[in-house]
């Protein structure tokens, strides 16, 4: 079986965007009347779902994507908690819906209802309901709901703490993954998204969050940011900062996905992370969906450079599955239950 651990849904009715720009519009204009979530049919989540990600798992053949609200779109910058709660539940019943209309392809992933300012608890309440309710399997972490202005503490401080101890409660991970850049000088997908992925596993050397949670998970996507390229510096880092090694200090807690768009770049991942951190993830259709020129390839078909790898076929199904499957342990038991 092969479970990508990183989709989102990029793809989603017009009218739920309709509904999103109701909400900012009402934040320039208060005299406008209060926006309601989008009256969306089965049949155009189908529509969006059969001609892009469904259509790709067909042709690219994986089985099953963790699926979660569009990343980009999440925008905890924009407006006021009332706003984002709001936005985010919508969001989530969306994914909730794929997932009734696709139980075999997908599996929810939940965005949290973050807000500049806003206590990191007062999230939990939406992470319960999704994992409990809703029958989702993790939730992505924003670590700078600012929007590339990074105003919230480290992910180590004790700030974050109560969504932790939820998150241990319901044996859930999370994937590290910012959202849109209101800053000019981060492009969001080319720069933002690399730079939090790299700052996520810095903090986490310079903290000690794993000892007061050791059984926290952690997914770093888009291939760990710049982590493995630089892995001799994180390590001499953790030296120089007196921290432990971090194959005990960070790795045990830690994962990195496989969405690297090119054939040497997921060489040097596999070379430097142990395996047993690397969880297949592809992020279609997402930030980079054009044909690779060199390849005549899409850029963001990330089975191809698994299976180009010489690597024993049993350490590419742990890739594919097993370490998916032990990170994620409410999908083990979900798919485990219906006999896959």
Not at 8 to 30: C, G, I, S, V, W
Not at 49 to 56: D, H, R, S, Y
Not at 151 to 176: C, F, G, I, N
Request: glycine share 8%; net charge neutral; hydrophobic share 35%.
């Amino acid at each position: 079986m092969i479970i990508d651990c990183h989709g989102h849904y990029t793809t989603a009715p017009a009218a739920h965007q309709r509904f999103r720009e109701a909400q900012t519009a009402r934040l320039k204009d208060p005299g406008l009347p209060p926006a309601k979530p989008a009256e969306i049919s089965d049949d155009e989540i189908r529509a969006t779902l059969e001609a892009n990600q469904l259509k790709l798992q067909r042709e690219r053949g994986s089985d099953l994507t963790l699926f979660s609200p569009r990343a980009s779109a999440m925008g905890h910058h924009i407006g006021d908690e009332e706003i984002s709660a709001a936005w985010t539940r919508a969001n989530n019943d969306l994914i909730k819906r794929v997932v009734d209309l696709y139980p075999d392809n997908f599996a929810g992933v939940c965005q949290l209802p973050q807000s500049p300012g806003v206590p990191i608890a007062n999230s939990a309440h939406e992470l319960e309901r999704c994992v409990r309710e809703l029958g989702f399997v993790g939730c992505n972490l924003n670590p700078d709901p600012s929007g590339g202005h990074w105003t919230s503490p480290p992910l180590t401080d004790r700030h974050w703490y109560p969504l932790y101890e939820k998150m241990t409660e319901l044996q859930v991970p999370a994937m590290v993954h910012v959202s849109a850049s209101c800053n000019p000088c981060f492009h969001a997908t080319g720069a933002h998204y690399i730079n939090a992925d790299t700052t996520a596993f810095m903090q986490f050397i310079q903290g000690d969050l794993f000892h007061d949670f050791p059984g926290l998970r952690f997914i770093i996507p888009h291939g760990g940011g710049a982590v493995p390229y630089h892995w001799g510096r994180y390590r001499g880092l953790a030296d120089m900062l007196k921290r432990p090694p971090l194959t005990t200090h960070v790795m045990r807690n830690v994962f990195f996905d496989t969405c690297v768009y090119h054939q040497p770049g997921i060489d040097l991942l596999f070379r430097v992370i142990d395996l047993d951190n690397i969880l297949f993830g592809s992020e279609m259709v997402g930030a980079v969906r054009g044909i690779d020129p060199q390849t005549k390839f899409h850029f963001d078909d990330t089975k191809r450079y698994i299976d180009a790898l010489q690597i024993p076929q049993a350490d590419k199904i742990r890739v594919f599955e097993k370490n998916a499957r032990r990170v994620f342990p409410r999908l083990d038991a979900l798919l485990t239950a219906r006999g896959r």
